[in-house]
């Protein structure tokens, strides 16, 4: 594990997080993919809630939220 900074572009918002990954673009892939796959822990759904809310607040947005 070590850590990682997501970022976003458009609304200049930022997040460290920890990751087994490399990259943010698939940290954040890992990070989504088990909410979107429809059974994740609560830790999962926190963490991906916290990164979502952090980058980008709005769920209409079209930002892409890690970008
Ligand atoms: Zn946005």
């Known amino acids: ?3 990682i900074t997501l970022s976003n572009n458009f609304h200049n918002t930022e997040i460290t997080v920890l990751t087994d990954y490399d990259t943010a673009g698939e940290t954040w892939y890992h990070i989504q993919e ?4 429809g059974y994740p822990t609560a830790a999962q759904r926190a963490k991906y809630r ?3 809310n952090v980058l980008c607040g709005s769920d209409d947005c079209q930002c892409g939220t890690v970008r």
């Open 34 to 37: 088990p909410v979107f796959a």
């Open 1 to 3: 594990m070590h850590k």
């Open 50 to 52: 916290r990164v979502k």
